[in-house]
């Protein structure tokens, strides 16, 4: 999760966005250097960089001919920019009223970004997280279809919870978001 600024705005350099999508497997200056079709030394002053802002980490140094070779890899294999970066402060549901609004879906999405973000970031690597996603598309002849299916999911969901819930148990956030899917290029 990327919650500086200006590690946000070392990221999305080209030069250096070019060096983390080449570092796959870790790699020195010279090997990524030749991978993107730049030199070395341009590519030294990026890693140095993207490692002050934590995106890459030093995976071993090598000791040959006199030279010390610095092999990195990226600390992180993907990169999500946290919502707060972006918007300045955190979008925060609870101050959004219209709990159908397109703001109230985005603060909320905002939030599970932030907060899984977050739990990854401290988590030991090779540790997954206990998540569930649902992701689907589904077709609604009219309004009232959707209103109807909006109450049938708000009941079944609830039963669930009633079900499931217990006060003394680890706490998870649910969410179910829909909006209408963007139409794809033809």
Same mark, same amino acid.
């Given at each position: 999760?990327?919650?500086?600024?200006?590690?946000?705005?070392?990221?999305?350099?080209? %030069?250096?966005?070019?060096?983390?999508?080449?570092?796959?497997?870790?790699?020195? +200056?010279?090997?990524?250097?030749?991978?993107?079709? /730049?030199?070395?030394?341009?590519?030294? @002053?990026?890693?140095?960089?993207?490692?002050?802002?934590?995106?890459?980490?030093?995976?071993?140094?090598?000791?040959?001919?006199? !030279?010390?070779?610095?092999? #990195? $890899?990226? /600390?992180?294999?993907?990169? #999500?920019?946290?919502?707060? =970066?972006?918007?300045?402060?955190?979008?925060?549901?609870?101050? %959004?009223?219209? $709990?159908? /609004?397109?703001? @109230?879906? %985005?603060? #909320?999405? *905002?939030?599970?970004?932030?907060?899984?973000? +977050?739990?990854?970031? =401290?988590?030991?690597?090779?540790?997954?997280?206990?998540?569930?996603? #649902?992701?689907?598309? !589904?077709?609604?002849?009219?309004?009232?279809?959707?209103? *109807?299916?909006?109450?049938?999911?708000?009941?079944? =969901? +609830?039963?669930?919870?009633?079900? @499931?819930?217990?006060?003394?148990?680890?706490?998870?956030?649910?969410? =179910? /978001?829909? @909006?209408?899917?963007?139409?794809?290029?033809?």
């Amino acid at each position: 999760m990327l919650a500086d600024p200006a590690a946000v705005e070392a990221a999305l350099d080209p %030069i250096r966005a070019a060096i983390l999508d080449a570092l796959t497997e870790p790699g020195s +200056a010279a090997t990524v250097a030749a991978a993107i079709g /730049s030199t070395r030394q341009k590519v030294n @002053y990026h890693l140095k960089t993207l490692e002050v802002h934590g995106l890459v980490e030093l995976a071993e140094e090598r000791a040959w001919g006199g !030279i010390t070779e610095r092999v #990195v $890899r990226r /600390s992180a294999r993907n990169l #999500v920019v946290a919502p707060d =970066v972006l918007q300045g402060a955190g979008l925060d549901p609870n101050e %959004i009223a219209d $709990r159908l /609004s397109a703001a @109230y879906l %985005i603060a #909320v999405n *905002a939030r599970t970004v932030s907060e899984v973000g +977050a739990i990854a970031g =401290v988590s030991p690597a090779g540790t997954r997280l206990p998540t569930l996603t #649902v992701d689907t598309v !589904i077709g609604f002849s009219s309004p009232e279809d959707r209103a *109807a299916f909006a109450a049938d999911l708000q009941s079944a =969901v +609830a039963a669930l919870v009633a079900r @499931y819930h217990h006060d003394d148990g680890r706490p998870h956030r649910l969410t =179910v /978001s829909s @909006y209408p899917r963007p139409e794809e290029p033809s």
